[in-house]
């Protein structure tokens, strides 16, 4: 009984040590270049935005409605809830050139585009 | 109303089948309504806390707190899946045997069922969160129309309560024996596959960036949000583009289990004869 217990308790601590490994932060490769959209009255300003293809981007959404709204896109492959009167940046790996797609989650007649260039 | 209750749905949906599972998975344990419960209630508890604090939430971790927060939970619940299979495997067949005949395993049994409670508390806390914050916002501010939403509000819960009663009852309709089988090989893709999202969160965050290559993409066959999608994303973490550490980390769980199941499963029974 000693002997499964303190196998199991080796193994739970290998599992922690590895947990631990994987979420050490990792340097930034490339410093990422910052685009930012405006949400008010249930609009994207601008809705058409323009952000340097092949570069990592990091996008800024300024929520000023009371409201909370979700950025949400398919083809950037993200979706962040930003609180009312509240701002957040969503991490945008390097694109290809093309235009993405986006909206808000939970007001789908908001809608907008990076054109990625 | 319509648009309140496909929201409100989509977002219940997932807790809906995983609370079906844990419920499937529970069956023959005494006094388990009660931990499930709690885990509901306690996840919607902290579901309103989340979503009232969700800007500074937001703020920490210089913007990158509601994906670290993401991460973090769901390493719990996979933590606890991952040990309620351990626990199983050791005990499993003393369980089936008589539950009642040693206090231990009672005593054992209700720390394996807080593990599942953690479980369901995590997901109604994960998807509930955004169902109270959108409610939340068409209440404050879209005064007439806020009882039409409520109502499409209600009833997409109601639908999320149905899928998790199908889910339920489809498991049930397998036999004990092989259930057991069933329940435990969806209980560690369901562990895998949060691990993997737990992953994507990190990357989001920028605090995993090694191996962070695509592998492949079926978003032509099977898109992450076609309902279908959706449904195997929460049951075996499926994504139409995996990257290389989503997969290394659903596969390392995997092989996690699979080995501390082995570990104690296997002698433990051998050593309580001697």
Not at chain 2, 132 to 161: C, K
Request: glycine residues 8%.
């Amino acid at each position: 009984m000693f002997i499964i217990r303190t196998l199991s308790k080796l193994a739970t601590f290998a599992f922690a040590a590895w947990g631990l490994a994987v979420l050490v932060p990792a340097a930034h490769a490339q410093q990422a270049t910052e685009v930012q959209v405006t949400y008010s009255n249930g609009q994207f300003q601008p809705s058409d935005l323009k952000a340097p293809a092949d570069k990592p981007l990091a996008l800024r959404v300024k929520n000023l409605d009371t409201k909370a709204m979700e950025f949400e896109s398919k083809s950037l492959r993200v979706e962040k809830v930003v609180a009312a009167k509240s701002e957040g940046v969503l991490n945008i790996r390097a694109l290809k050139p093309g235009r993405y797609e986006f909206y808000d989650d939970f007001n789908e007649k908001a809608r907008g585009a990076l054109n990625v260039q | 109303m319509l648009a309140a209750l496909i929201i409100v749905f989509r977002e219940v949906f997932e807790a809906g089948l995983i609370i079906g599972i844990i419920l499937a998975v529970t069956r023959a344990v005494p006094r388990r309504n009660r931990w499930i419960l709690a885990g509901v209630l306690g996840g919607a508890l902290g579901a309103c806390i989340v979503a009232a604090f969700a800007g500074a939430l937001s703020r920490l971790f210089s913007g990158m707190g509601q994906e670290l927060f993401n991460a973090a939970i769901l390493g719990v619940a996979v933590v606890m899946l991952t040990w309620h299979n351990v626990w199983m495997a050791r005990h499993g067949k003393e369980l089936a045997a008589d539950m009642r005949a040693t206090g231990l395993a009672v005593a054992d049994g209700s720390k394996s069922l807080l593990a599942l409670a953690v479980v369901v508390g995590v997901a109604v806390l994960r998807e509930g969160s955004e169902v109270a914050l959108f409610l939340y916002g068409v209440v404050t501010t879209d005064g007439g129309s806020s009882e039409s939403f409520a109502w499409g509000g209600f009833i997409g819960l109601a639908l999320g309560a149905a899928v998790c009663l199908l889910t339920y009852q489809g498991l049930l309709r397998i036999p004990p024996r092989p259930l057991f089988k069933v329940t435990t090989v969806l209980i560690s893709l369901l562990a895998a596959g949060m691990a993997a999202q737990a992953a994507s969160f990190l990357e989001r965050a920028n605090w995993l960036t090694a191996l962070d290559s695509i592998m492949w993409d079926t978003g032509w066959l099977l898109p992450d949000h076609s309902l279908l999608g959706r449904t195997l994303h929460t049951l075996v973490g499926y994504t139409d583009q995996p990257t290389g550490m989503q997969l290394a980390v659903y596969l390392s769980v995997l092989l996690i289990t699979y080995l501390l199941m082995r570990l104690t499963g296997s002698r433990a029974p051998v050593m309580h004869a001697a």
